[in-house]
């Protein structure tokens, strides 16, 4: 994990680590080489809500710092409100788990054992004061330069990267990272079935879809350089965006080719029945959650891409079919 001091007017991190002594202590050495206390920062900059990031916000007001918090404001609330119960979305990943097919014994015995798990560790972060909710296209100022504010949901709702335009640096916190490609969230959000959705679907968060999206966005900027919170830093963007939409495509792909074989024999796909059939040998009490959001991303992108088409069986489970319809030859692709 890494954390970035901007050395500007004012003294800034840049995402600040998990909430356990080591992880303060490891700031305190780097702050002491640098010649500065952890009470001189003045302001953080979380790239998302996930615990290494804003973990130590609370340590550092705790420690005197007198610091204002920025974060994108799709991620205010996880940081304003932060428990460790928000941040397993328990409830709302089983209601989304359920349409999707999964069996309900399965998700109440999920719950139990998360819950019993979280309660016997300290929680990786504590709730924190926001002071100043970001939103796309806003600039961070320092006295000689700014950052960027750059929306890029899709591991978080609220993800943003920071672009400093002279020397060509992106600083991406999880959405691109040196040694892995991210898990994108899926969660319901507030409010009522959307009226145009064929099977009245309620709102919610399609991480998947949104990150290929921020992907591309990135791809046609010219930056130099990566400074990412995990592995090392980067210094070819575009390889890298392009590595983690390759990783992402070749796992939808897979998707839709099991999806074509079970529609084939059954009619239709719930996400669960992919589920089963892509992981066959791990074990869905414990290795299920992470991975069913993916399925659910993957059949999201193939539905944006018109190559499934979502039907809502009698239970109320939603399925997929593959999407046989022509695409207008006249089509710009
Ligand atoms: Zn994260």
Request: proline share 6%; no cysteine.
């Amino acid at each position: 994990m890494q954390v970035y001091v901007v050395e500007g007017d004012p003294l800034t991190l840049i995402d600040t680590g998990v909430r356990r002594d080591n992880a303060r202590a490891a700031l305190e050495r780097a702050f002491e080489e640098l010649g500065v206390e952890l009470s001189d920062v003045r302001r953080v900059v979380l790239t998302h809500y996930h615990t290494d990031h804003m973990g130590q916000v609370a340590t550092l007001r705790e420690a005197g710092a007198d610091v204002e918090v920025w974060v994108h404001e799709d991620d205010a609330e996880d940081v304003e409100f932060f428990s460790v119960e928000r941040e397993e979305r328990i409830e709302t990943s089983n209601a989304l788990f359920r349409e999707h097919g999964a069996p309900r014994d399965l998700l109440e015995r999920q719950a139990e054992r998360i819950r019993r798990e979280i309660h016997g560790v300290p929680p990786l972060a504590a709730p924190t004061r926001v002071d100043r909710p970001l939103r796309d296209g806003e600039r961070i100022p320092f006295k000689d330069f700014e950052l960027e504010v750059l929306h890029a949901p899709g591991h978080t709702a609220g993800h943003i990267v920071l672009a400093e335009e002279a020397t060509g640096t992106l600083l991406t916190g999880d959405h691109l990272m040196g040694n892995a490609v991210p898990f994108t969230e899926s969660f319901y959000l507030p409010g009522l079935p959307d009226p145009s959705d064929a099977i009245g679907r309620r709102p919610r968060f399609r991480g998947l879809p949104a990150y290929l999206a921020s992907l591309r966005r990135l791809r046609g900027g010219s930056f130099r350089t990566i400074l990412p919170a995990h592995g090392g830093i980067l210094d070819r963007p575009a390889r890298v965006i392009d590595e983690a939409l390759l990783f992402y495509e070749v796992r939808v792909q897979r998707v839709e080719r099991i999806v074509a074989r079970i529609a084939a024999e059954h009619g239709d796909a719930s996400a669960w029945d992919v589920w089963r059939e892509l992981f066959p040998k791990l074990d869905p009490d414990t290795q299920m959650r992470t991975r069913m959001v993916m399925v659910i991303g993957a059949l999201d992108v193939l539905e944006d891409e018109g190559r499934a088409r979502p039907i809502r069986r009698g239970d109320g489970t939603i399925a997929f079919r593959p999407d046989a319809r022509q695409r207008p030859l006249s089509s710009s692709r």
